[in-house]
């Protein structure tokens, strides 16, 4: 029983009372110690399948919305060695953000970071981990991305990252292809920005870092679209496309 004097309780003359509480507290803190290890555990998982290849060659469809440009849809050749080498061959013009690939989940986990557990969240479909990821290099460009994480395939299916230049960038991700999935990597990406906050490269027909007169000086959200295909892993690829 508990006695109120001058309002507090006391648990005097019962200690079945104070070992519950004991206990209570304990299986609380060992509950957010184990959220935190698995958070971590989990982002160990996902970085260990990434590293599942060490080269990988695709073709990629890139499509770009800007409400104020009418960009072409264009084609290009990607090349990936790692553990972080990457060359965008383009016959003509590939209009690719330049943070689309230093945002993704490989480059954001491959630095050292701290690991918070988000819980659950829906999305397409499924119930997904939530990891906040927290750089922790001084000079690390990203203040904090959120992965969306499924679980059962260790795949990455949503990234949301915001950097120190107060940009963010929402990247969508889906695996159709089965043996691309096997490294964790998609078969489709769909690129969110703000290109007020993020460059975008110069072209033969203007420079598209600053507003356009279209624009009216604000700030402009671009959608970037990326279909992945004729994947090819794990072979050797010459050193003069990374030049």
Avoid: C
């Avoid at 990821?133 to 690390?140: I, M, S, W």
């Avoid at 460059?199 to 420079?207: F, I, R, S, V, Y």
């Avoid at 402009?220 to 004729?230: D, F, L, N, R």
């Amino acid at each position: 029983m508990f006695y109120r004097n001058d309002d507090h309780f006391e648990t005097q003359g019962h200690p079945h009372v104070i070992r519950f509480l004991l206990v209570t507290t304990l299986l609380v803190t060992t509950s957010r110690i184990a959220l935190a290890t698995d958070a971590q555990e989990l982002l160990r998982n996902v970085t260990n399948k990434l590293q599942g290849v060490q080269t990988y060659v695709a073709d990629v469809r890139i499509k770009v919305d800007i409400a104020f440009l009418k960009a072409p849809e264009s084609k290009a050749t990607i090349y990936f060695k790692a553990p972080n080498r990457t060359a965008i061959d383009a016959p003509g013009f590939a209009m690719i953000p330049k943070q689309g690939a230093d945002l993704s989940a490989a480059n954001i986990l491959r630095r050292p970071h701290q690991a918070i557990d988000g819980g659950t969240a829906p999305f397409q479909g499924k119930t997904l981990r939530r990891v906040k990821v927290l750089p922790t290099e001084e000079n690390a460009d990203i203040v904090v991305a959120t992965l969306w994480i499924d679980e059962e395939q260790l795949i990455v299916r949503k990234v949301e990252t915001t950097t120190k230049q107060g940009g963010t960038v929402v990247a969508e991700l889906v695996y159709d292809n089965a043996q691309a999935r096997s490294f964790g990597l998609p078969s489709y990406a769909k690129l969110m920005l703000d290109i007020g906050s993020f460059e975008l490269p110069k072209t033969m027909t203007g420079d598209f870092d600053a507003p356009s007169k279209q624009s009216n000086g604000k700030s402009q959200k671009a959608i970037v679209e990326v279909w992945y295909s004729s994947y090819t892993f794990n072979k050797p690829i010459p050193e003069e496309k990374f030049k």
